[in-house]
Every structure is written in structure tokens, then in C-alpha cells.
């Protein structure tokens, strides 16, 4: 075989696998149409707002009457259209009677949101967590992770949620964390500013230790 000869079969096989890794990477249409109404609903202020209420008011919450109350109140406001008329419809009739059972009800809304952003929002402390940053790393990606949630309810919950950023900042899969002050910092007030200051630089400081001390290191972005 020439130079030229073997040149032809490698670039005839790079084709050949290349086409495969395409064929491969296809998304179904049932992950094409999922996509779709993701994007529709991130891309409308609305709906994104919306996502943010659920994830916060109503999935967080701890008691299921709580929740169920606040789910009535969010649809009663109004269902953005971008959710699509299914869903619009679904959750409008589930937020109507959520007072009537609640814990079906939030159990309900997290099986929604966690069915239509899986591969966009994972549990942290779940093994799918882990397989999916291995999947993601070895095709050659860097993820930026962000915890969920921006509503803060108090120090104890910023606390908490300090104590999450740290354990993901920690983790040696993990090289680039995204960090709001106001997810980690609660009660923020530019009238007290060296009060306010003092505690952002408390929370901060131990995040950029734990990124100092993590191998490999961790990028830490304040958005």
C-alpha cells in the first residue's frame, strides 16, 4: 500500500466514523420537541420567571400545604402561553385544585419540571449527576454548574446553600462553579453596606478557599 493509498483509507474512515458519532448524537424527536419547549419557555421572561417560582415556592417547600397554596396563587396569576397549551392547561387545572390535595400536587409539579429539564437540572447528590458530567467531560466539554434556586429565606438557608457551593466546588468533577451574592448572602441591604459587605466577604472567602484547596481547581464565577 502507497502512502497515498493508506492516506484514502484514513480519511475514508474518518468519514465513515464521523457519520457514526453524527447518527449517534441525533437527538429522537421525543428529545427534539422536549428541547424545543425548554428553549421556549427560557427564551420568554415570563416563563422563565415561572420555572424559577416552581423550582423556589413550590418545590423547595418543605410542607406540603405551603406549597400547594403557593402553586394555587402562581396559576391563578396566570400561565404564560410559552408553556405550550398542554402544559398551560395541566397546570392550571392542577394549581386550581392543589389546595385539595397537596402533596399530590407538589409531588406532581417536581415530576413535570424534573421530566422536561432532566439533562439540563440534576440533583447534585444523585449518581445520574456524576454519570452525566463523566458523559459530558469525556465528549469534550466544560460544564459551568450553578445550585438551583435563588430564593434566600434567611442565614440558615444561605448558610445551606453556602454549604451545597462548597461541596460541588470540592467535587474533583467539577471545575467551574457559578455563584450568585444573593443566593448565598441573605437580607442584603445598601443601607447597612459594611454590614452587607462583611458578610458577602465571610461567605465568599471560604468558597474561594474551598476552589484554592480543590485539585483540580475550581473556577469560581460570580454572576
Request: hydrophobic share 40%; aromatic share 4%.
Amino acid at each position: 500500500m502507497t502512502i497515498q493509498e493508506a492516506d484514502t483509507t484514513l480519511i475514508d474512515e474518518a468519514e465513515r466514523r464521523a457519520a457514526r458519532i453524527l447518527e449517534a448524537a441525533r437527538p429522537t424527536s421525543k428529545e427534539s420537541a422536549r428541547a424545543d419547549r425548554l428553549a421556549s419557555l427560557l427564551a420568554d421572561d415570563d416563563g422563565r420567571d415561572l420555572l424559577l417560582d416552581l423550582t423556589d415556592q413550590v418545590m423547595r417547600i418543605h410542607d406540603p400545604s405551603r406549597s400547594a397554596k403557593r402553586l394555587h396563587e402562581l396559576t391563578k396569576a396566570g400561565v404564560p402561553a410559552s408553556l405550550g397549551w398542554f402544559d398551560r392547561l395541566g397546570l392550571t387545572t392542577l394549581g386550581s385544585v392543589a389546595p385539595l390535595g397537596p402533596r399530590t400536587a407538589q409531588r406532581l409539579t417536581t415530576w413535570r419540571v424534573d421530566k422536561d429539564t432532566s439533562g439540563v437540572i440534576l440533583p447534585a447528590d444523585d449518581p445520574a449527576f456524576a454519570d452525566y458530567l463523566a458523559r459530558r467531560k469525556a465528549d469534550g466539554f466544560r460544564l459551568n454548574v450553578n445550585v438551583l434556586g435563588e430564593a434566600i429565606l434567611g442565614d440558615d438557608e444561605a448558610q445551606e446553600r453556602t454549604r451545597r457551593v462548597a461541596e460541588l466546588i470540592s467535587r474533583p468533577d467539577v471545575d467551574y462553579v457559578s455563584v450568585k451574592i444573593s443566593a448565598i448572602c441573605a437580607n442584603l441591604d445598601v443601607l447597612a453596606w459594611d454590614d452587607s459587605l462583611a458578610r458577602i466577604e465571610a461567605q465568599l472567602t471560604g468558597l474561594y478557599r474551598a476552589a484554592r484547596d480543590s485539585a483540580p481547581r475550581t473556577f469560581v464565577n460570580l454572576d
